[in-house]
């Protein structure tokens, strides 16, 4: 529990919120009803265990803060996520009532679990050691099946890694998802990519070979279509979309548009992750400061790209 004034409530409450949830209690010293809930705020949290944090703010006290929540009675309770109020309630609850509210807003014990796991694996993968990764990606689906970021990072190092029969029934179930999740479509293209350079004798050819048949003919798409998936396998992403453009520009519906469902699938592929919470402002610190970095000049090059790639189909659809 925190003890929130105007001097330290942008970080307690406003920046504390980026990282994990804030329930601020507005209070008064002569509410009876504030005092019948803080006893069960207080007992939650310790309960919940670092699901969310406490923060007491008292009206009489602290005006301005009040003021800026347009606070009319107490108790009022505000839940802040992200730094902002995300939904409230006003007067004195039950146990069970909090007990529901929260849980209507706050990640399970197993979906935390899933974050710290993904988070781990992150640092094992940086560090080299892959397997290691692989395992708490492992652990991290197993604590929250429903996390389907886990699931990704997950499925994607199974098919770099060559856990292809893995990596097929992991993506079973999103893939049957209506309507389509994309990335999941994305991670079944690049895994048919590697399964073609395993099974088809094409995928020992080199690039001259496909080259010279090619020259040939020119409508050859299906030799086109074979050079673009090695050439994704072998993470060559912009020569296989050059490739997969030439298919789209000269008949974008061969093979029930199967250039066209690569190109997209390998864009959602390249497409930088979108930050997490607690970055919801992209290179900036919560205060707005800019940041100016090799992660950031990185990202915004691959968006770049991707755009440049994004405009390029759409002028062969159109």
């Not at 999941?184 to 099974?199: K, T």
């Not at 020992?204 to 050859?220: C, G, L, S, T, Y």
């Not at 050059?242 to 548009?257: P, S, T, V």
């Not at 930050?275 to 970095?293: C, H, M, N, R």
Request: aromatic letters at 8%; proline letters at 4%; a negative charge.
């Amino acid at each position: 529990m925190i003890d929130v004034t105007i001097e330290n409530f942008e970080t307690e409450v406003v920046a504390a919120s980026m990282q994990t949830p804030v329930l601020v209690d507005f209070w008064a010293t002569w509410c009876g009803p504030c005092k019948t809930l803080v006893p069960t705020l207080e007992k939650l949290e310790v309960e919940y265990a670092g699901r969310f944090t406490l923060a007491k703010v008292d009206v009489d006290a602290n005006q301005q803060i009040a003021g800026m929540f347009g606070i009319r009675s107490v108790p009022t309770c505000i839940l802040m996520i992200g730094g902002r109020p995300v939904d409230g309630f006003m007067g004195a609850q039950t146990e069970g009532q909090v007990r529901d509210f929260l849980d209507k807003h706050l990640p399970s014990e197993g979906e935390l679990q899933a974050e710290a796991e993904v988070d781990e694996a992150q640092q094992m993968l940086e560090a080299g050691d892959t397997q290691a990764a692989l395992g708490k990606l492992a652990d991290a689906l197993a604590a929250d099946p429903t996390n389907d970021d886990a699931r990704f990072d997950y499925v994607r190092l199974l098919i770099a890694t060559g856990g292809y029969e893995e990596a097929a029934s992991l993506m079973m179930e999103p893939l049957k998802r209506i309507p389509q999740v994309l990335r999941f479509e994305a991670l079944n293209q690049w895994l048919q990519c590697m399964v073609f350079v395993q099974q088809d004798e094409r995928g020992n050819w080199p690039v001259e070979q496909f080259d010279a048949a090619i020259a040939q003919n020119k409508r050859d798409f299906d030799t086109r279509f074979a050079k673009a998936r090695i050439l994704a396998a072998e993470g060559q992403w912009t020569a296989s979309m050059d490739e997969l453009l030439e298919i789209i520009m000269r008949d974008k519906d061969w093979n029930g548009q199967a250039a066209r469902k690569l190109y997209v699938g390998i864009l959602e592929l390249l497409t930088p992750p979108k930050p997490k919470k607690q970055d919801a402002v992209p290179g900036k610190t919560a205060g707005g400061i800019e940041l100016v970095g090799k992660g950031g000049a990185e990202q915004d090059e691959a968006t770049a790209l991707v755009n440049s790639y994004r405009r390029r189909l759409s002028m062969a659809l159109n």
